[in-house]
């Protein structure tokens, strides 16, 4: 069989086999991620309406730890005051908190003082299920024992949903016996609710567990779904650290009720694999084609069901992911079946194509230089011994690249090697800096930099000649490179006789130090100078400056401060360390 009809086939059989591939992948795989995303949505925006209703909980709670841990509260329950409630119990201060329920109780929970109001309406309310006779129930004492100091949360009134918070009264100093509780409370109102809305941007509503009938009304929801505060995470911890993800969510979807549309015309195909409803902490179902509605519940301060959340989604993304799905099939059809026209009719042309992909490559290594590039037709035919052939040019070019840029690494090292000291010279020191400026500024580390300079060398050169001096530039260059020990620390000629080494993420106690051991190592070389002032050896005076660089410095600013700190060597008396 001839190149031409058995290419023919091949592409034919493929081109079939890629169609069906396809369609499967986009059908089993694409489509249910669309689906998790959008469960995901409605689940991410579930977190945020409980997340709002904690935030407005822990906020009455903050109000009632700063009440109930200070003095004059401490001293109203024990002893009471007209002073006190006028200053801190009027109305404006239930207006001002937005608190609809102030209670002060004793250790054995008779009321001290109390008042509810609807801040609202301006008018006194009665709120019937928190107390037995004039005690309040003893499920709202805080403190039985230690480490049980307050509790917060929801509880079903008679006036609708509050939010309470408990707390014994303690002095200022959080220290000591408890006195009595505070009761703060905030009803879950509809204005309360319509604020949430507006800050959190969901739509959310909220349904009371209060009353039988309404429970009778979602029990087949309530079977199916557990209160989120048990299982989910503890109220301070925000969404983000249950993680946020599609993948994540996915983990909440248990195989357990295929979804079931609500209409009979219902245009998406709603029982594909993995767009399920979940039991626990969630529930999540379809309107109609259009919608999903999602609901949480939540669990009130004595463990009974209190709210049901509920919220309603749009179906966006699931129909654009069919959309998707549709366009992809169809243009890859259509683009198929083209391709296989003009194939069978230009065979001739499936010999001219890879000719002409090699030329490409050609071209393309001739332009970038890139000899990694590589043929990849493999056949046993002409136009595949020619790719090989065109693969081995290649690998024989490259190998040869490779020689010739480590020699070229060789020679650039050679170049950044002061030859007369041994220690690297100043254009490889200023690449180093350069380099660890920026990794300080992205890991906020400090950089420290000593500048040293040997005292009175010019008057040793012109005593003892210019071969001595270079010596003597040895000597100390290599004292100084026996002075760092870690590996990143870096030791440079930066000038005649100067010297600069640098100490990344070194503070500048650090810096001191191994300016002083240089100092001294140098010192300790006793190299005979009669000329100098400060000794009758060789000294060095060394300048150390430390900062922690921002985005935006340059490493010169540093460079600039050692210099500055040499410079007040030198003028103190030189053969010593100085910080700018």
Request: hydrophobic share 40%.
């Amino acid at each position: 069989m001839s190149l031409k009809y058995r290419i023919s086939i091949i592409f034919s059989l493929l081109t079939i086999l890629f169609l069906v591939v396809d369609y499967s992948i986009q059908r089993l795989v694409i489509l249910p991620t669309y689906l998790a995303l959008e469960k995901a949505a409605v689940i991410q925006n579930l977190d945020r309406a409980i997340e709002a209703i904690h935030r407005e909980i822990e906020h009455v709670n903050i109000i009632c730890y700063d009440w109930a841990s200070w003095d004059d509260t401490y001293r109203f329950v024990l002893e009471g005051s007209e002073a006190y409630e006028k200053s801190n119990l009027s109305f404006s201060t239930f207006k001002t908190n937005g608190l609809n329920l102030i209670y002060f109780c004793d250790l054995e929970g008779n009321l001290v003082w109390h008042a509810t109001y609807d801040v609202t309406n301006d008018w006194e309310i009665r709120i019937t299920n928190i107390l037995e006779s004039a005690k309040v129930k003893a499920h709202l004492l805080t403190f039985p024992k230690e480490g049980n100091r307050y509790k917060k949360g929801l509880l079903n009134t008679n006036h609708g949903i509050m939010m309470l918070a408990s707390r014994p009264i303690l002095p200022s100093s959080d220290k000591g016996s408890p006195r009595g509780t505070l009761i703060l409370g905030k009803l879950l109102d509809s204005a309360l609710i319509e604020k949430l809305t507006s800050q959190t941007r969901v739509p959310f509503h909220i349904i009371s567990l209060h009353d039988d009938n309404v429970r009778q009304q979602y029990r087949s929801i309530l079977s199916k779904i557990t209160p989120h505060n048990r299982h989910f995470r503890p109220p301070d911890t925000t969404p983000h650290e249950r993680g946020g993800t599609a993948a994540t969510r996915e983990l909440f979807y248990t195989n357990t009720h295929k979804v079931t549309p609500a209409t009979g015309n219902e245009p998406l195909d709603m029982s594909l694999p993995g767009d399920t409803i979940q039991t626990d902490p969630y529930y999540i179902q379809p309107i109609d084609g259009n919608a999903l509605k999602g609901y949480a519940l939540m669990e009130d301060i004595e463990d009974d069901l209190s709210l049901l959340i509920s919220l309603k989604y749009p179906r966006a993304i699931s129909k654009q992911g069919i959309k998707t799905i549709h366009f992809a099939i169809f243009y890859i059809l259509i683009v198929g079946t083209v391709v296989l026209i003009l194939f069978l009719l230009f065979t001739n042309a499936m010999i001219l194509i890879p000719l002409s992909r090699l030329a490409q490559l050609l071209k393309k290594v001739e332009e970038t230089g890139d000899f990694s590039i590589r043929s990849p037709v493999n056949r046993k035919d002409e136009i595949g011994q020619l790719s090989e052939s065109f693969n081995r040019m290649m690998r024989r070019t490259e190998m040869q690249n490779e020689k010739i840029e480590t020699s070229m690494k060789r020679l650039e090292a050679l170049a950044t090697i002061d030859p007369l000291t041994g220690l690297y010279n100043r254009r490889y020191f200023e690449n180093t800096i350069q380099n660890e400026w920026k990794r300080a500024i992205r890991d906020k580390t400090p950089v420290s930099v000593i500048l040293c300079d040997i005292d009175y060398f010019k008057q040793y050169n012109d005593t003892y000649g210019h071969q001595r001096g270079d010596n003597c530039l040895k000597a100390v260059a290599d004292a100084i490179h026996h002075s760092i020990d870690r590996p990143p620390d870096l030791a440079a000629r930066y000038g005649g006789e100067e010297f600069i080494v640098l100490l990344p993420n070194v503070e500048i106690d650090g810096a001191l130090h191994v300016a002083e051991k240089m100092r001294w190592q140098v010192q300790q070389l006793t190299i005979p100078h009669t000329k100098s002032k400060v000794a009758e050896h060789v000294t060095m005076s060394l300048g150390v400056a430390t900062v922690y660089p921002v985005l935006g410095s340059s490493y010169e600013f540093l460079i600039d401060l050692a210099d500055k700190a040499l410079y007040r060597s030198k003028d103190q008396g030189r053969n010593r360390v100085v910080v700018f």
